[in-house]
Nanobody, 124 residues
Framework: QVQLVESGGGSVEAGGSLRLSCVVS???????MGWFRQATGDEREGVAA????????YYASFVGGRFTISRDNAKNTLYLEMNGLKPEDTAIYYC??????????????????WGQGTQVTVSS
């Protein structure tokens, strides 16, 4: 069983930055890890994913170079650095992990374990 705990959310003005963290504990795998978000009234959507074994990264088109996903394997921590935040980035952000080290993308159906989420609010 994997436990994922996000932190780092908050309220910022448009153009600001936030760094989200996700600490992974329990049965830590080397599978794909990702960040997802869900705004009120919207479906959950993939933001970014990383394959820890190779460092390969995958981003949604709306990221537009503003976000960076990374992982510190020694600390079992996943990060999402977000710059140039926009009001439309307002959402609950979740981290997730896949139990097998094979496929990796931002498709949420690939992921097995999820955190509780952290709120990000961007004001105009």
């Amino acid at each position: 069983q994997v436990q994922l705990v996000e932190s780092g959310g908050g309220s910022v003005e448009a153009g600001g930055s936030l760094r989200l963290s996700c600490v992974v504990s329990g049965d830590t795998y080397s599978g794909c890890m990702g960040w997802f978000r869900q705004a009120t009234g919207d479906e959950r959507e993939g933001v970014a994913a990383i394959r820890p074994t190779t460092g390969s990264t995958y981003y949604a088109s709306f990221v537009g170079g503003r976000f960076t996903i990374s992982r510190d394997n020694a600390k079992n921590t996943l990060y999402l650095e977000m710059n140039g935040l926009k009001p439309e980035d307002t959402a609950i952000y979740y981290c997730a992990s896949r139990g097998r080290p094979d496929r990796c993308s931002i498709e949420d159906r690939l992921f097995d374990d999820w955190g509780q989420g952290t709120q990000v609010t961007v004001s105009s």
